[in-house]
Protein backbone atom coordinates (compact mmCIF):
# COMPACT_ATOMS: atom_id res chain seq x y z
CA UNK A 1 0.00 0.00 0.00
CA UNK A 2 1.26 3.28 -0.77
CA UNK A 3 0.38 6.68 1.55
CA UNK A 4 -1.75 9.24 0.25
CA UNK A 5 -0.45 12.46 -1.10
CA UNK A 6 1.25 15.16 1.07
CA UNK A 7 3.62 17.31 0.82
CA UNK A 8 6.94 16.73 2.15
CA UNK A 9 9.58 18.62 4.12
CA UNK A 10 12.97 18.47 5.18
CA UNK A 11 13.92 19.76 8.61
CA UNK A 12 17.72 20.69 8.46
CA UNK A 13 18.13 21.68 11.98
CA UNK A 14 15.59 21.25 15.21
CA UNK A 15 15.38 25.26 15.28
CA UNK A 16 13.72 24.65 11.22
CA UNK A 17 11.61 21.86 12.31
CA UNK A 18 10.22 23.85 14.90
CA UNK A 19 9.42 26.52 12.36
CA UNK A 20 8.30 24.04 9.61
CA UNK A 21 5.79 23.06 12.43
CA UNK A 22 4.51 26.28 13.26
CA UNK A 23 3.97 27.47 10.09
CA UNK A 24 1.83 24.08 8.81
CA UNK A 25 0.29 23.38 11.79
CA UNK A 26 -2.03 20.69 12.89
CA UNK A 27 -2.07 19.38 9.54
CA UNK A 28 1.73 18.19 10.01
CA UNK A 29 3.33 15.24 10.96
CA UNK A 30 7.00 14.86 12.52
CA UNK A 31 8.27 11.90 10.30
CA UNK A 32 11.71 9.90 12.20
CA UNK A 33 12.31 6.44 11.46
CA UNK A 34 8.80 6.78 9.83
CA UNK A 35 8.37 2.85 11.52
CA UNK A 36 5.31 3.72 13.27
CA UNK A 37 4.07 6.34 11.10
CA UNK A 38 4.38 5.05 7.62
CA UNK A 39 2.54 1.99 8.37
CA UNK A 40 0.19 4.34 9.66
CA UNK A 41 0.01 6.36 6.86
CA UNK A 42 -0.44 3.28 4.40
CA UNK A 43 -3.58 2.05 6.42
CA UNK A 44 -4.62 5.89 6.40
CA UNK A 45 -4.77 5.57 9.81
CA UNK A 46 -2.78 8.98 9.78
CA UNK A 47 -3.21 11.24 6.79
CA UNK A 48 -1.37 14.37 7.14
CA UNK A 49 -0.91 16.65 4.40
CA UNK A 50 2.34 17.61 5.06
CA UNK A 51 5.20 15.18 6.81
CA UNK A 52 8.62 17.36 8.17
CA UNK A 53 11.68 14.72 8.01
CA UNK A 54 13.89 14.58 10.95
CA UNK A 55 15.16 11.57 10.04
CA UNK A 56 18.77 13.08 9.28
CA UNK A 57 18.83 16.60 11.40
CA UNK A 58 22.34 15.77 13.11
CA UNK A 59 22.13 17.95 16.25
CA UNK A 60 19.02 15.22 17.30
CA UNK A 61 20.82 12.48 17.06
CA UNK A 62 23.83 10.98 19.68
CA UNK A 63 24.15 9.94 23.08
CA UNK A 64 26.27 11.77 25.66
CA UNK A 65 26.80 11.69 29.64
CA UNK A 66 26.19 14.48 31.38
CA UNK A 67 26.79 14.13 34.92
CA UNK A 68 24.15 11.55 36.49
CA UNK A 69 22.49 11.30 33.64
CA UNK A 70 22.66 10.12 30.33
CA UNK A 71 21.14 12.00 27.88
CA UNK A 72 19.81 10.34 24.25
CA UNK A 73 19.32 12.56 21.04
CA UNK A 74 15.29 11.96 19.58
CA UNK A 75 16.88 10.29 16.52
CA UNK A 76 18.94 7.98 18.29
CA UNK A 77 17.88 4.27 16.47
CA UNK A 78 17.24 1.77 18.99
CA UNK A 79 20.43 -0.02 17.09
CA UNK A 80 22.32 2.54 18.10
CA UNK A 81 21.06 2.78 21.81
CA UNK A 82 21.48 -0.95 21.87
CA UNK A 83 24.98 -0.79 21.14
CA UNK A 84 26.42 1.98 22.72
CA UNK A 85 29.10 1.33 25.35
CA UNK A 86 27.70 3.92 27.34
CA UNK A 87 24.41 3.00 27.69
CA UNK A 88 25.24 -0.31 28.34
CA UNK A 89 27.68 0.20 31.02
CA UNK A 90 25.39 3.45 32.63
CA UNK A 91 22.17 1.98 32.00
CA UNK A 92 22.28 -1.67 30.92
CA UNK A 93 18.11 -1.87 31.16
CA UNK A 94 17.89 1.07 27.90
CA UNK A 95 20.32 -1.09 26.24
CA UNK A 96 18.12 -4.19 26.42
CA UNK A 97 15.09 -2.67 25.81
CA UNK A 98 16.73 -1.16 22.50
CA UNK A 99 17.42 -4.19 21.82
CA UNK A 100 14.24 -5.94 22.59
CA UNK A 101 12.23 -4.00 19.98
CA UNK A 102 11.68 -5.36 16.46
CA UNK A 103 14.32 -6.98 14.14
CA UNK A 104 17.74 -6.11 13.43
CA UNK A 105 15.96 -3.86 10.40
CA UNK A 106 13.49 -2.36 12.23
CA UNK A 107 16.05 -1.74 15.00
CA UNK A 108 18.36 0.69 12.08
CA UNK A 109 15.15 2.94 11.42
CA UNK A 110 13.26 3.50 14.34
CA UNK A 111 14.39 5.90 16.66
CA UNK A 112 13.97 6.59 20.69
CA UNK A 113 12.01 10.11 20.13
CA UNK A 114 9.91 8.15 17.94
CA UNK A 115 9.32 5.21 20.34
CA UNK A 116 8.34 7.51 22.97
CA UNK A 117 6.25 10.04 20.93
CA UNK A 118 4.56 7.23 19.77
CA UNK A 119 3.35 6.03 22.98
CA UNK A 120 2.10 2.41 22.47
CA UNK A 121 1.26 0.94 25.88
CA UNK A 122 3.04 -2.08 24.69
CA UNK A 123 6.57 -0.95 23.29
CA UNK A 124 9.33 -1.33 25.13
CA UNK A 125 10.74 1.59 25.16
CA UNK A 126 8.04 3.96 27.18
CA UNK A 127 7.90 0.77 29.77
CA UNK A 128 11.81 1.02 30.48
CA UNK A 129 11.52 5.28 30.47
CA UNK A 130 8.91 4.94 33.42
CA UNK A 131 11.16 1.75 34.88
CA UNK A 132 14.25 3.86 35.15
CA UNK A 133 12.70 7.00 36.01
CA UNK A 134 14.09 9.21 32.85
CA UNK A 135 12.27 12.58 31.59
CA UNK A 136 11.76 14.06 27.93
CA UNK A 137 12.89 17.26 26.47
CA UNK A 138 10.55 19.39 24.83
CA UNK A 139 10.93 22.18 22.34
CA UNK A 140 8.54 24.11 21.48
CA UNK A 141 7.22 27.84 20.12
CA UNK A 142 7.31 28.67 24.24
CA UNK A 143 11.05 27.72 24.62
CA UNK A 144 11.80 24.38 26.63
CA UNK A 145 10.43 22.12 29.01
CA UNK A 146 11.27 18.81 30.52
CA UNK A 147 8.59 16.10 31.03
CA UNK A 148 9.24 13.28 33.27
CA UNK A 149 8.60 9.93 32.10
CA UNK A 150 5.96 9.39 34.84
CA UNK A 151 3.76 12.15 33.19
CA UNK A 152 4.29 12.23 29.95
CA UNK A 153 2.08 9.71 28.56
CA UNK A 154 -1.55 10.47 28.91
CA UNK A 155 -3.53 7.91 27.49
CA UNK A 156 -3.65 5.56 25.00
CA UNK A 157 -1.18 6.57 21.99
CA UNK A 158 -1.37 10.08 24.00
CA UNK A 159 1.89 12.08 24.98
CA UNK A 160 2.48 15.43 26.82
CA UNK A 161 3.13 16.90 23.14
CA UNK A 162 1.59 19.56 21.72
CA UNK A 163 1.47 19.32 17.88
CA UNK A 164 3.92 22.39 17.78
CA UNK A 165 6.71 20.80 19.83
CA UNK A 166 9.37 18.56 19.12
CA UNK A 167 11.29 16.17 21.49
CA UNK A 168 14.44 16.82 21.51
CA UNK A 169 16.06 14.63 23.72
CA UNK A 170 15.42 11.88 26.59
CA UNK A 171 17.15 12.08 29.84
CA UNK A 172 17.76 8.73 31.61
CA UNK A 173 19.74 8.70 35.15
CA UNK A 174 22.29 6.19 35.31
CA UNK A 175 21.60 3.03 36.76
CA UNK A 176 24.94 0.33 36.02
CA UNK A 177 23.92 -1.89 38.68
CA UNK A 178 22.61 -5.51 38.30
CA UNK A 179 19.59 -4.83 40.01
CA UNK A 180 17.88 -4.20 37.40
CA UNK A 181 14.93 -6.97 35.15
CA UNK A 182 12.95 -7.12 32.25
CA UNK A 183 10.21 -9.48 30.77
CA UNK A 184 8.85 -9.20 27.57
CA UNK A 185 6.51 -12.11 27.11
CA UNK A 186 5.85 -12.59 23.35
CA UNK A 187 4.20 -15.39 21.18
CA UNK A 188 6.15 -14.66 18.41
CA UNK A 189 9.46 -12.72 16.93
CA UNK A 190 9.74 -9.53 16.15
CA UNK A 191 6.53 -8.52 18.17
CA UNK A 192 5.38 -6.23 20.72
CA UNK A 193 4.67 -7.45 24.46
CA UNK A 194 1.55 -9.63 25.13
CA UNK A 195 2.97 -7.76 28.80
CA UNK A 196 6.46 -6.52 29.96
CA UNK A 197 7.79 -5.94 32.83
CA UNK A 198 10.76 -3.56 33.81
CA UNK A 199 12.28 -3.60 37.18
CA UNK A 200 15.17 -0.78 38.22
CA UNK A 201 15.93 -0.59 41.76
CA UNK A 202 12.67 -0.31 43.57
CA UNK A 203 10.84 0.44 40.67
CA UNK A 204 8.27 -1.46 38.48
CA UNK A 205 6.57 -0.54 35.17
CA UNK A 206 4.45 -2.49 33.19
CA UNK A 207 3.72 -2.67 29.80
CA UNK A 208 0.34 -3.53 27.40
CA UNK A 209 -2.04 -3.69 31.44
CA UNK A 210 -3.50 -0.30 30.52
CA UNK A 211 -3.75 3.04 28.19
CA UNK A 212 -0.25 4.16 29.55
CA UNK A 213 2.72 2.29 30.92
CA UNK A 214 2.00 2.16 34.55
CA UNK A 215 4.11 1.57 37.50
CA UNK A 216 2.99 -1.26 40.11
CA UNK A 217 2.42 0.85 42.95
CA UNK A 218 1.70 -1.87 45.14
CA UNK A 219 4.18 -3.74 44.60
CA UNK A 220 6.72 -1.31 45.05
CA UNK A 221 5.46 -0.19 47.81
CA UNK A 222 5.21 -3.83 49.57
CA UNK A 223 9.13 -4.08 48.56
CA UNK A 224 10.02 -0.70 49.91
CA UNK A 225 8.33 -2.12 52.92
CA UNK A 226 10.00 -5.20 53.70
CA UNK A 227 8.28 -7.80 51.59
CA UNK A 228 9.57 -10.55 49.75
CA UNK A 229 9.56 -10.63 46.03
CA UNK A 230 7.06 -13.33 46.06
CA UNK A 231 4.84 -11.36 48.22
CA UNK A 232 5.38 -7.68 46.22
CA UNK A 233 4.94 -9.29 42.97
CA UNK A 234 1.64 -10.92 43.98
CA UNK A 235 0.14 -7.03 44.03
CA UNK A 236 1.74 -6.26 40.64
CA UNK A 237 -1.51 -6.29 38.81
CA UNK A 238 -3.55 -4.04 41.61
CA UNK A 239 -5.20 -1.39 40.06
CA UNK A 240 -4.48 -2.12 36.39
CA UNK A 241 -7.07 -2.53 33.45
CA UNK A 242 -5.66 -3.97 30.99
CA UNK A 243 -6.87 -4.11 27.70
CA UNK A 244 -8.62 -7.54 26.18
CA UNK A 245 -7.75 -8.94 22.73
CA UNK A 246 -7.02 -12.16 20.74
CA UNK A 247 -3.79 -12.99 22.60
CA UNK A 248 -4.94 -12.55 26.05
CA UNK A 249 -7.95 -11.43 28.40
CA UNK A 250 -7.93 -9.34 31.40
CA UNK A 251 -7.26 -11.59 33.82
CA UNK A 252 -4.81 -13.80 31.66
CA UNK A 253 -2.92 -10.12 31.67
CA UNK A 254 -2.95 -9.97 35.32
CA UNK A 255 -1.65 -13.56 35.79
CA UNK A 256 1.43 -12.85 33.44
CA UNK A 257 2.17 -9.17 35.42
CA UNK A 258 2.41 -11.15 38.67
CA UNK A 259 4.46 -14.18 37.25
CA UNK A 260 6.92 -11.66 35.63
CA UNK A 261 7.12 -8.87 37.78
CA UNK A 262 8.50 -11.60 40.27
CA UNK A 263 11.02 -12.74 37.07
CA UNK A 264 12.02 -8.97 37.08
CA UNK A 265 12.50 -8.63 40.67
CA UNK A 266 14.65 -11.45 40.48
CA UNK A 267 16.83 -9.76 37.84
CA UNK A 268 16.68 -11.90 35.53
CA UNK A 269 16.33 -11.13 31.58
CA UNK A 270 13.96 -12.27 29.10
CA UNK B 1 10.33 16.18 -5.99
CA UNK B 2 13.70 15.78 -7.12
CA UNK B 3 16.30 13.42 -5.51
CA UNK B 4 20.13 12.35 -5.46
CA UNK B 5 21.23 9.14 -3.76
CA UNK B 6 23.69 6.36 -4.60
CA UNK B 7 22.36 3.38 -5.97
CA UNK B 8 24.60 0.27 -6.08
CA UNK B 9 27.84 3.19 -6.07
CA UNK B 10 26.59 4.93 -8.81
CA UNK B 11 25.20 8.37 -8.30
CA UNK B 12 21.19 9.28 -9.28
CA UNK B 13 19.30 12.34 -9.70
CA UNK B 14 15.39 11.06 -10.18
CA UNK B 15 11.96 13.01 -9.98
CA UNK B 16 9.76 10.93 -7.24
CA UNK B 17 6.86 11.84 -5.71
CA UNK B 18 7.24 12.12 -2.26
CA UNK B 19 4.81 8.93 -0.87
CA UNK B 20 6.75 6.48 -3.24
CA UNK B 21 8.33 3.88 -0.83
CA UNK B 22 11.97 2.94 -1.68
CA UNK B 23 11.06 -0.39 -2.42
CA UNK B 24 9.30 0.68 -5.59
CA UNK B 25 11.63 3.49 -6.74
CA UNK B 26 14.54 0.56 -6.69
CA UNK B 27 12.14 -1.70 -8.42
CA UNK B 28 10.27 0.61 -10.64
CA UNK B 29 12.39 3.59 -11.15
CA UNK B 30 15.98 1.98 -11.36
CA UNK B 31 14.73 -1.46 -12.24
CA UNK B 32 16.41 -3.28 -9.81
CA UNK B 33 14.11 -6.19 -9.01
CA UNK B 34 16.10 -8.32 -6.57
CA UNK B 35 14.04 -6.38 -3.29
CA UNK B 36 10.88 -8.27 -3.70
CA UNK B 37 7.73 -6.96 -2.20
CA UNK B 38 6.19 -9.90 0.43
CA UNK B 39 4.28 -8.42 3.11
CA UNK B 40 4.00 -4.66 2.83
CA UNK B 41 3.93 -4.62 6.88
CA UNK B 42 7.86 -5.00 8.27
CA UNK B 43 7.16 -8.10 8.95
CA UNK B 44 8.77 -10.28 6.11
CA UNK B 45 12.20 -8.92 4.87
CA UNK B 46 11.72 -9.48 1.45
CA UNK B 47 12.74 -6.13 0.61
CA UNK B 48 15.66 -5.82 3.11
CA UNK B 49 18.33 -3.52 0.88
CA UNK B 50 21.11 -1.79 2.61
CA UNK B 51 21.27 2.00 3.61
CA UNK B 52 24.62 3.39 4.60
CA UNK B 53 25.57 -0.55 4.95
CA UNK B 54 22.84 -1.44 7.49
CA UNK B 55 19.76 -3.81 6.57
CA UNK B 56 16.39 -1.81 6.40
CA UNK B 57 13.31 -2.82 5.17
CA UNK B 58 12.40 -0.90 2.09
CA UNK B 59 8.59 -0.94 2.27
CA UNK B 60 8.54 1.43 5.15
CA UNK B 61 10.67 3.82 3.86
CA UNK B 62 10.17 6.70 1.28
CA UNK B 63 12.17 7.18 -1.09
CA UNK B 64 12.74 10.74 -0.25
CA UNK B 65 14.52 9.80 3.60
CA UNK B 66 17.22 7.83 0.63
CA UNK B 67 18.12 11.33 -0.32
CA UNK B 68 22.04 11.79 0.29
CA UNK B 69 22.41 7.98 1.30
CA UNK B 70 23.96 4.64 -0.20
CA UNK B 71 21.69 2.17 -0.92
CA UNK B 72 22.75 -1.47 -2.19
CA UNK B 73 20.76 -3.98 -3.40
CA UNK B 74 20.96 -7.47 -4.68
CA UNK B 75 22.15 -6.52 -7.74
CA UNK B 76 25.29 -4.20 -6.40
CA UNK B 77 26.46 -6.90 -3.90
CA UNK B 78 28.19 -8.72 -6.64
CA UNK B 79 31.32 -7.11 -7.87
CA UNK B 80 32.61 -7.44 -11.12
CA UNK B 81 30.37 -10.27 -11.84
CA UNK B 82 32.22 -11.80 -9.14
CA UNK B 83 29.50 -13.07 -6.49
CA UNK B 84 30.09 -12.11 -2.80
CA UNK B 85 30.80 -14.48 -0.16
CA UNK B 86 27.59 -14.41 1.15
CA UNK B 87 25.44 -14.86 -2.44
CA UNK B 88 28.25 -17.87 -3.04
CA UNK B 89 27.68 -19.73 0.37
CA UNK B 90 23.60 -19.52 -0.31
CA UNK B 91 24.75 -21.29 -3.99
CA UNK B 92 26.88 -23.89 -2.28
CA UNK B 93 24.47 -24.68 0.99
CA UNK B 94 21.67 -24.66 -1.18
CA UNK B 95 19.96 -21.83 1.20
CA UNK B 96 17.39 -21.49 -1.24
CA UNK B 97 14.12 -23.09 -2.21
CA UNK B 98 11.70 -21.21 -4.23
CA UNK B 99 13.88 -18.06 -3.68
CA UNK B 100 11.44 -15.18 -3.20
CA UNK B 101 13.06 -14.30 0.63
CA UNK B 102 16.61 -15.01 -0.83
CA UNK B 103 17.42 -11.50 -1.70
CA UNK B 104 16.23 -10.11 1.34
CA UNK B 105 17.86 -13.25 3.20
CA UNK B 106 21.21 -12.54 1.72
CA UNK B 107 21.30 -8.58 2.15
CA UNK B 108 20.19 -9.35 5.75
CA UNK B 109 23.01 -11.70 6.23
CA UNK B 110 25.70 -9.50 4.53
CA UNK B 111 24.27 -6.44 6.71
CA UNK B 112 24.96 -8.93 9.89
CA UNK B 113 28.56 -10.02 9.12
CA UNK B 114 29.28 -6.45 8.51
CA UNK B 115 28.76 -6.07 11.69
CA UNK B 116 29.54 -9.29 13.62
CA UNK B 117 31.86 -10.73 11.38
CA UNK B 118 31.79 -14.25 13.37
CA UNK B 119 28.42 -15.02 14.65
CA UNK B 120 27.49 -17.64 16.61
CA UNK B 121 24.83 -20.11 14.94
CA UNK B 122 22.48 -18.66 17.49
CA UNK B 123 23.48 -14.80 16.31
CA UNK B 124 22.74 -15.75 12.96
CA UNK B 125 19.58 -17.13 13.62
CA UNK B 126 18.16 -14.21 15.66
CA UNK B 127 20.00 -11.56 13.10
CA UNK B 128 17.51 -13.06 10.50
CA UNK B 129 14.67 -13.06 12.85
CA UNK B 130 13.23 -9.91 10.56
CA UNK B 131 13.08 -12.11 7.63
CA UNK B 132 10.70 -15.15 6.90
CA UNK B 133 11.38 -18.01 4.28
CA UNK B 134 7.83 -19.65 3.40
CA UNK B 135 9.55 -22.79 2.03
CA UNK B 136 11.06 -22.54 5.98
CA UNK B 137 14.66 -23.65 4.38
CA UNK B 138 16.11 -22.13 7.54
CA UNK B 139 18.42 -24.83 8.56
CA UNK B 140 20.61 -24.46 5.18
CA UNK B 141 19.77 -20.68 5.27
CA UNK B 142 22.08 -20.58 8.79
CA UNK B 143 24.80 -22.91 7.41
CA UNK B 144 25.69 -20.25 4.31
CA UNK B 145 25.27 -17.45 6.47
CA UNK B 146 27.99 -19.33 8.61
CA UNK B 147 29.73 -20.68 5.64
CA UNK B 148 30.32 -16.94 4.52
CA UNK B 149 31.45 -15.69 7.69
CA UNK B 150 33.96 -19.03 7.72
CA UNK B 151 34.87 -17.58 4.04
CA UNK B 152 35.38 -14.03 4.42
CA UNK B 153 37.27 -14.03 7.60
CA UNK B 154 39.89 -16.66 5.49
C1 LIG C 1 6.91 -4.78 12.39
C2 LIG C 1 7.21 -3.85 13.53
C3 LIG C 1 7.50 -4.40 14.78
C4 LIG C 1 7.76 -3.56 15.87
N1 LIG C 1 8.03 -4.14 17.06
C5 LIG C 1 8.20 -3.34 18.14
C6 LIG C 1 8.49 -3.91 19.41
O1 LIG C 1 8.64 -5.13 19.57
N2 LIG C 1 8.63 -3.06 20.47
C7 LIG C 1 8.52 -1.71 20.33
O2 LIG C 1 8.67 -1.00 21.30
N3 LIG C 1 8.30 -1.15 19.13
C8 LIG C 1 8.14 -1.92 18.04
N4 LIG C 1 7.91 -1.34 16.83
C9 LIG C 1 7.83 0.14 16.73
C10 LIG C 1 9.19 0.77 16.62
O3 LIG C 1 9.77 0.85 17.90
C11 LIG C 1 9.16 2.18 16.05
O4 LIG C 1 10.48 2.48 15.73
C12 LIG C 1 8.73 3.29 16.96
O5 LIG C 1 7.48 3.02 17.52
C13 LIG C 1 8.57 4.60 16.22
O6 LIG C 1 9.80 5.22 16.01
P1 LIG C 1 10.08 5.94 14.63
O7 LIG C 1 11.34 6.69 14.80
O8 LIG C 1 10.00 4.98 13.55
O9 LIG C 1 8.88 7.01 14.61
P2 LIG C 1 7.96 7.55 13.42
O10 LIG C 1 7.17 6.45 12.85
O11 LIG C 1 8.76 8.38 12.52
O12 LIG C 1 7.01 8.50 14.28
C14 LIG C 1 6.08 7.97 15.21
C15 LIG C 1 5.25 9.11 15.81
O13 LIG C 1 6.04 9.92 16.67
C16 LIG C 1 6.09 11.26 16.20
N5 LIG C 1 7.48 11.70 16.41
C17 LIG C 1 8.59 11.08 15.96
N6 LIG C 1 9.70 11.70 16.42
C18 LIG C 1 9.26 12.75 17.17
C19 LIG C 1 9.94 13.76 17.91
N7 LIG C 1 11.27 13.82 17.99
N8 LIG C 1 9.20 14.70 18.55
C20 LIG C 1 7.83 14.64 18.49
N9 LIG C 1 7.14 13.70 17.83
C21 LIG C 1 7.85 12.76 17.17
C22 LIG C 1 5.67 11.21 14.75
O14 LIG C 1 5.09 12.43 14.34
C23 LIG C 1 4.68 10.07 14.77
O15 LIG C 1 3.44 10.51 15.23
C24 LIG C 1 7.71 -2.14 15.71
C25 LIG C 1 7.45 -1.59 14.46
C26 LIG C 1 7.20 -2.42 13.37
C27 LIG C 1 6.92 -1.79 12.05
S1 LIG D 1 7.77 -6.50 2.13
FE1 LIG D 1 8.94 -5.27 3.44
S2 LIG D 1 9.08 -6.49 5.21
FE2 LIG D 1 7.76 -7.68 3.95
S1 LIG E 1 13.18 -19.96 -0.47
FE1 LIG E 1 11.04 -19.80 -0.75
S2 LIG E 1 10.53 -18.29 0.70
FE2 LIG E 1 12.54 -18.74 1.22
Redesign the pocket.
Known sequence: MIPAPFQYEAAESAGHALDLLARHGEDA???????????MMKLRLAVPSVVID?GRVEELAGIRADGDDLVIG??TC?ADVAASDLVRSQTPLLAYAAA???DPQ?RH???I???L??A?PA???PMALVALGGSMEISGPAGRRTVAADDFFAGFFETS?QPD???TAVRVPRHPGPDWGYQKFVRRA???AIVGVAAAGGRIALANMGPVPVRATAAEQALAGGASVADAAAMAAEGTDPAEDIHADRAYRQHLARVLTRRALEHQKG | MQIKLTVNGEPRSDEVEPRLLLVHYLREQCGLRAANVGCD???CGACTVLLNGKSVKSC?MLAVQAAGQEITTAEGLAAGGELHPVQQAFRQEHGLQCGFCTPGMVMAAAGLLAENPHPTEAEVREGLEGNFCRCTGYHNIVRAVLSAAGSMSA
Open positions: KLLAGGHSLLPIATHQVGIRGTGGSAHDADLLELLNDW | TTST
